[in-house]
């Protein structure tokens, strides 16, 4: 951030991505150095997932129509940006990259930049034009969509790759023009061939020694893209135990996580304790979470003493946040037994799923806990909206009056809004009005925010006049940015008045009834399972006696004919 957005800036907020995009990809490039490639990879895989995430979005990262420059900071500027120059690092090779961001920073220092400075550096020291790159991935919205498959023929020795594109027209751009590599692993040896997409649609044929174990579209995730493929199971099954592909093994948990087979159960329990990754475990772990099944479930209880606590931290969220009896006797257990602050953070917060005396004496308990930022304190705030019960009211609100001095902002802003949250059934919504509109006036710019904004989750008409307040004629009658930092009043109650002209009713009590209700069934239903085993086995015993009758014990225990 020093670098891109001190030494040198954009000139209109329209290039911030000269800022963000650069800064948030060194920061990248950084882990890649600190903790090796599998960590950067990784970094750049859950960034990609958030942004194809963003289907229906059609702003390029070079968007001159904003509003307000608040518009600009988004995924498109930081993580898309930082995206593209990873894109173009691959296609232009490391040193050559380096060559043009070191000319780029020396002939800009000090100074404020536009997009085209940088493309032209990029094609004076590359000698080649990149005017179509820049334009398909930052002067146009979006990103390609992929439609890959596979085909293998034996009788021919050959692979057929088929890649279409899908993504919708936009700005009278239907296709994406990119070079792409697909790997091939046969007698465990990797078989790179690369390829140009230059329409939306090819079928690609490769003559190979033998059958493939494992295809791999985009091996070393240089492409920015929506991309669909399914290999054959047996060839994910395969990628997972690729160590030297870390992106294969995320993209093969990402496939199998949609079956529920006990094989695939099986699979992804190996992944989770044995990959010597972290962040794949990580992901097989939410993958086992995903599939919901029994078997599943098990899998994930029966892999908690994980040596990373950033591994152990993600199967008892997922485990906590899945709602089952036995997931409420692990939380207490781990609570009971667990140091890490971040681990008993997340079943704390889980155990709000599930009412009973024993949660509400934990949950008050760590509400006035001292930990490293109150993260305990912050834990058992969320446990209490997640439970959604108004006896909560009282001890949350005396928490907010006896501990404004130690929580740290957030947290108490939190508390507001949970306090807020609990109190919106009620009939009079009075004293929790005039307490949250005491804050309204404090001196902290988030805190007072934080009080505008619960004023609209408490749902109370008669804060109207007040919220009201923060308006201005101009802003009344007008558009209000789309986004705006913590400390614009303006915007918090706008947005609090919506919600009060909503008068969107929800009842917590019947949320209430249905967990217990669900319990219940759970219970009867487990109970149901064991009377019937036991029925079907009177039944066998009975009928193996009525067969036997009359005859000799010899006659009982003899085999019977294979022919009957």
């Given at each position: ?134 334009d398909q991935f930052v002067r146009l919205g979006r990103f390609p969509e992929l439609k890959v498959s596979y085909n293998w023929s034996q009788s021919e020795g050959l692979a057929k790759v088929s890649i279409r594109q899908v993504q919708k ?49 985009d091996p070393d995730f240089t492409l920015l893209a929506k991309i669909e493929f399914e290999p054959p199971r047996d060839m994910l099954y395969a990628q997972l135990e690729n160590k030297d592909d870390v992106i294969g093994r995320l993209l ?313």
């Amino acid at each position: 951030h020093q670098w891109f957005g001190d030494y040198i800036t954009c000139k209109d907020w329209s290039h911030l991505w000269i800022n963000e995009g650069f800064a948030t990809y060194y920061e990248v490039l950084y882990e890649g150095f600190k903790d090796g490639k599998d960590q950067m990879l990784y970094s750049l895989y859950r960034t990609s997932k958030s942004i194809t995430a963003q289907t229906e979005e059609q702003r390029p990262i070079v968007f001159k129509e904003y509003r307000d420059s608040d518009e600009q900071f988004d995924y498109r500027n930081y993580g898309k940006g930082g995206w593209v120059l990873h894109m173009l690092r691959c296609q232009l090779g490391e040193q050559l990259y380096r060559e043009c961001v070191k000319t780029f920073l020396e002939r800009y220092g000090l100074s404020s930049v536009v997009t085209e400075d940088f493309v032209s550096v990029v094609e004076e020291l590359s000698g080649r034009s990149y005017d179509r790159f820049f334009d398909q991935f930052v002067r146009l919205g979006r990103f390609p969509e992929l439609k890959v498959s596979y085909n293998w023929s034996q009788s021919e020795g050959l692979a057929k790759v088929s890649i279409r594109q899908v993504q919708k027209e936009l700005n009278n751009i239907y296709t994406y023009y990119f070079p792409v590599k697909i790997r091939f692993v046969v007698d465990g040896k990797n078989i790179d061939k690369t390829v140009d997409i230059e329409s939306r649609e090819h079928d690609f044929y490769f003559p190979l020694p033998s059958k493939p174990s494992i295809v791999r579209f985009d091996p070393d995730f240089t492409l920015l893209a929506k991309i669909e493929f399914e290999p054959p199971r047996d060839m994910l099954y395969a990628q997972l135990e690729n160590k030297d592909d870390v992106i294969g093994r995320l993209l093969a948990i990402e496939t199998l996580g949609k079956e529920k087979d006990k094989k695939t159960v099986d699979e992804m329990k190996k992944v989770l304790n044995d990959d010597p990754f972290y962040a794949v475990r990580i992901e097989a772990s939410k993958a086992l979470k995903r599939m919901g099944t029994d078997e599943a479930f098990a899998a994930l209880s029966e892999s908690m003493k994980q040596t990373d606590a950033r591994v152990r931290r993600q199967v008892v969220s997922d485990i906590g946040s899945t709602y089952r009896s036995e997931s409420y006797d692990k939380m207490i257990e781990t609570i009971e037994n667990e140091k890490n602050p971040d681990i008993l953070a997340e079943c704390i917060e889980n155990i709000g799923l599930y009412h009973s005396p024993q949660t509400k004496k934990i949950l008050v308990r760590y509400l006035d806990s001292d930990s490293f930022r109150n993260r305990l304190a912050e834990a058992s705030i969320n446990g209490i909206r997640k439970i959604d019960d108004p006896n909560y009211i009282a001890v949350l609100r005396k928490t907010i009056e006896n501990r404004k001095d130690q929580l740290e902002t957030s947290t108490f802003v939190s508390a507001l809004d949970t306090l807020a949250y609990l109190a919106r059934e009620r009939n009079n919504k009075t004293p929790i009005r005039q307490f949250l509109e005491k804050y309204v006036d404090n001196q902290n710019p988030y805190i007072k925010t934080g009080a505008i904004r619960a004023l609209g989750t408490l749902g109370d008409v008669r804060a109207k006049p007040l919220l009201e307040s923060f308006i201005s004629d101009s802003e009344r009658g007008g558009d209000v940015p789309r986004r705006r930092l913590s400390g614009n009043y303006a915007q918090a109650a706008r947005t609090a008045l919506d919600k009060l002209n909503k008068e969107e009713k929800f009842a917590p009590a019947e949320v209430i009834e249905l967990r217990q209700k669900i319990d219940e069934m759970k219970k009867e239903t487990d109970k149901l399972k064991n009377d019937l085993e036991d029925m079907k086995k009177k039944i066998s015993a009975s009928e193996k006696s009525d067969n036997n009758k009359g005859k000799s014990i010899e006659d009982v225990n003899k085999p019977a004919d294979a022919n009957e």
